[in-house]
């Protein structure tokens, strides 16, 4: 299950990788539609078929999308995302079991057993987090609560963000130095649309980090 912050057009920008309901589509208009009121949303459906048009409405080109790929979308309709550190506290904080085991219960309601030796009540917590972190289409958009995502995450190496929300490189940069033993992270299909890059932290770069792969991202290589 995922909760979604409600959008604003203000914070919606071209090219951003959106959700709208279980389906996901890329900005590609926004502003007005001829015959209609108010401001519209122009998307391309990741699906095929999803769509009515190509981009265009009444004989006038708003952008341009594959053959029934195109539809307009009201501003209600959109889901901004939810943050990393929401979809920890919801999936990792619903644990149970005492003893040398535990479970944590996954999305899809199943349960991964953890075998607990000799931990104290905090470390068992920490313990159920998992060192290879899986977060696939969860409508993450942003890290939220930095310091919960520090304190939750610091044993994690790997990290898979692909087909998630996320549009900004500033987010991508946080989420690396907000855990200090990853080593591996997969970020296809975030379309990173701001591209400013923070500058450099005063406590120095990332040592751990050995590769990152941001397939469909939108980023050329010089980039």
């Keep these: 299950q995922h909760y979604f912050i409600q ?10 990788r959106v959700q709208v309901g279980d389906h996901c ?25 999803r769509g009515k048009h190509d981009g265009s409405h009444q004989e006038v080109r708003y952008f341009t999308s594959k053959p029934l790929h195109g539809s307009f979308v009201r501003e209600q309709k959109l889901s901004s995302g939810t943050t990393l550190s929401e979809v920890l506290e919801l999936r990792y904080n619903n644990v149970s079991g005492v003893g040398d085991e535990m479970s944590i219960y996954n999305r899809d309601n199943s349960s991964t057993s953890v075998e607990l030796v000799g931990l104290s009540e905090t470390d068992q917590r920490r313990a159920a987090m998992l060192t290879h972190l899986v977060m696939r289409e969860e409508g993450i958009v942003a890290v939220g ?4 995502v520090r304190e939750q995450c610091e044993n994690t190496e790997t990290l898979d963000m692909s087909l998630n929300l996320v549009f900004s490189v500033e987010e991508l940069v946080k989420l690396v ?7 591996g992270v997969q970020f296809k299909g975030n379309v990173l649309v701001e591209r400013a890059v923070p500058g450099v932290r005063e406590d120095g770069p990332h040592t751990s980090l050995e590769r990152i792969y941001l397939a469909s991202s939108g980023l050329s290589w010089s980039e």
């Design 7 to 16: 959008s604003n057009l203000s914070m919606v920008r071209i090219g951003q």
């Design 25 to 49: 589509a890329l900005v590609k208009y926004i502003g007005p539609v001829a015959g209609t009121d108010g401001e519209w949303v122009g998307v391309e459906w990741e699906e095929e078929g």
């Design 145 to 148: 609560d930095a310091a919960y």
């Design 177 to 183: 130095y907000l855990m200090p033993r990853l080593k």
